[in-house]
């Protein structure tokens, strides 16, 4: 696939590990995630799961109704590593 979406399916560190022997057939992901996301991001880091992958927040919004804010995280291989 050139692009796989998730949104609501587990904690980044999760679900990068889950997709970490699948990159090679994975373009990008575009996680939607909910205002803990720098936390989740940090525990990826800490776990070494983003060493290989350039992470970029694409957009934020603010969910409707809730006032909560929301991004959309672009996570792909580095280009030296694919």
């Known amino acids: ?13 999760k679900l990068l590990t889950w997709l970490a022997p699948h990159w090679p057939a994975i373009g990008r ?20 799961l983003l060493s290989n992958l350039d992470l970029r927040k694409a957009a934020a919004y603010t969910t409707p109704g809730t006032g909560a804010e929301s991004v ?3 996570i792909e291989p580095r280009r030296d590593e694919r």
Not at 1 to 13: G, K, M, N, S
Not at 34 to 45: C, D, I, V
């Open 72 to 74: 959309i995280l672009s």
């Open 1 to 13: 696939y050139d692009v796989l979406t998730a949104r609501a399916v587990a904690p980044l560190w």
């Open 29 to 48: 992901l575009l996680a939607i995630k909910g205002s803990r996301w720098l936390e989740e991001r940090h525990a990826a880091r800490e776990r070494g």
